[in-house]
């Protein structure tokens, strides 16, 4: 991964571990922490040391210990032996201040509820999603409490730059109290970025922005899934979701909605991106942690619901832009900055094309649209351009027209001979009913991806994928 990073030029924060001496979890690092911890860090650091891509070494992430005196004095430790090894690269944690404060949160919450006038309690009744959707509208209030402040205080003193996990509320006013902090978003969250980047622009000692996360992951299940029912996603997501489901990136590598946001806010796309808010939900509460945009697909493919409304949500830099639905203008609302680069549209749904027009000083500077796709026709697979021992395959269901097929998905079944073996196929759906290794796969929102291992330096590879709507797709692969 590292290498790879070097050839693209993507920084990284290189992290040691996730606990020191009190345990997340049972069995964890924690047990060994203490007596592993430098021969394990001496590893990590004479393994990297010569990458160019790493810029930091994060000695933990989210420590609950680290703004105590006994943590401040392992973050020390850690950092002394990390300059020992390698002195050219800079020190950094990432800090929760919720977690590092976490002893004093009634403490906190009861400050914070007094200044805003409401009851301590909450009407949670027990529903933990419900409680962080109160812990999450009061959060900036929280993060700048004197308390954790404190423990930043501590945890600060050993670190080159300081990571605040879910803090860009202390960004503008900690530049000013501690002029010498230097300071990096270990984490932010995917629906703030438009936000992060306006105050991280106006602040010169915060050098930057990591998203949680960028490619999604297996664990942390139902973090980033969007639910209207207990159970079908966010914290009380159950079996059998398996994916945090809040990456830019889906866990085959394809683009989420956030991913052309982001885009957008940085000032590195020029043509409007449209997602479609599912109108199956339109009007339902949906039940969203802070890692959630919305349910919304960049497609404009949603069979049966005819004449339902629909939210259009339209990421666009420029002043205005415009949505018309078959040629009928919606009219006009800002966009970029003044809109926190998301502007939503309400309409009804009907078949055809939807189009986005973006608007600078009055003038059309580019659209984008989505038209709705026919019928499965076609099982279609592409080779990435790629080196090494791995094959990479890219599948999706497409029309007669070869335009993506989303809402027909569908179970497909792989068979491979030859000189590679199946190293996995799967899809973004963060509740697979199959494992990545069974040769077994649905498709999510149209697509899928298959990776083969090649089992010789040269030969070639024969790979036949079968859908159960009797769609097929075969590969002669060289190498």
């Known amino acids: 991964m590292l290498r790879a990073c070097d050839q ?16 997340k979890s049972d069995l964890d690092y924690a047990l060994n922490f203490r007596e592993q911890w430098e021969q394990d860090l001496t590893a990590m650091v004479r393994k990297d040391r010569n990458h160019p891509c790493v810029v930091l070494y994060s000695v933990g992430n989210e420590i609950p210990e680290i703004g105590t005196v006994h943590g401040a004095q392992v973050c020390a430790q850690l950092c002394q032996k990390v300059k020992e090894l390698d002195p050219t690269r800079y020190t950094t944690a990432g800090i929760n201040g919720v977690f590092a404060a976490g002893d004093r949160m009634d403490e906190i919450m009861a400050d914070v509820m007094q200044g805003s006038g409401e009851s301590q309690g909450s009407d949670a009744g027990g529903n933990v999603n419900e409680f962080m959707t109160v812990m999450d509208s009061h959060m900036d209030d929280i ?20 990571g605040y996990n879910y803090m860009t509320a202390r960004y503008e006013s900690d530049g000013v109290t501690y002029p010498d902090r230097v300071i990096v978003g270990s984490e932010t969250y995917p629906p703030e970025i438009a936000r992060n980047w306006e105050v991280i622009k106006k602040c010169p000692h915060v050098i930057g922005d990591f998203t949680w996360t960028g490619w999604d992951y297996i664990g942390e299940a139902g973090v980033g899934i969007p639910a209207y029912h207990w159970g079908e996603g966010g914290f009380g997501a159950q079996f059998p979701c398996q994916l945090a489901y809040c990456g830019d990136l889906d866990i085959t590598g394809f683009r989420r909605p956030a991913s052309y946001f982001r885009e957008c806010v940085f000032g590195l796309r020029n043509e409007p991106y449209i997602t479609v808010q599912d109108p199956n939900h339109y009007g339902e509460n949906l039940i969203k942690t802070s890692w959630v945009i919305s349910d919304s697909l960049s497609s404009w493919t949603w069979k049966g619901c005819e004449g339902k409304p629909v939210v259009v949500e339209v990421y666009a830099p420029g002043d205005e832009v415009e949505l018309l639905v078959n040629g009928k203008s919606l009219g006009k609302q800002p966009s970029g900055a003044a809109a926190g680069y998301r502007t939503l549209f309400e309409t009804v749904y009907e078949a055809g094309t939807v189009t986005a027009v973006l608007y600078e ?40 027209s070869g335009a993506l097929v989303t ?49 010789a330096e040269t030969g070639s590879v024969h790979v036949k994928v079968t859908a159960e709507n009797g769609l097929t797709a075969e590969l002669n692969i060289a190498f």
């Open 8 to 23: 693209v030029g993507l920084y990284v924060m290189d992290e040691f571990v996730d606990m020191w001496d009190r345990a």
């Open 143 to 162: 993060v700048c409490h004197r308390a954790i402040s404190e423990r930043l205080e501590m945890a600060d003193a050993a670190l080159d730059v300081i």
């Open 361 to 400: 000083n009055g003038q059309e500077v580019a659209r984008t649209e989505l038209t709705t796709a026919g019928e499965p026709a076609k099982l279609a697979f592409s080779q990435e351009e790629t080196e090494g021992e791995l094959i990479f395959l890219r599948g999706s269901l497409v029309d007669s």
């Open 407 to 455: 809402g027909a998905d569908c179970k497909l079944t792989a068979e491979v001979s030859g000189d590679a073996a199946l190293a996995g196929f799967g899809s973004g759906n963060p509740k697979p009913d199959y494992n990545y290794l069974d040769g077994v796969a649905d498709t999510w929102n149209g697509e899928t991806a298959l990776i083969l291992r090649k089992i």
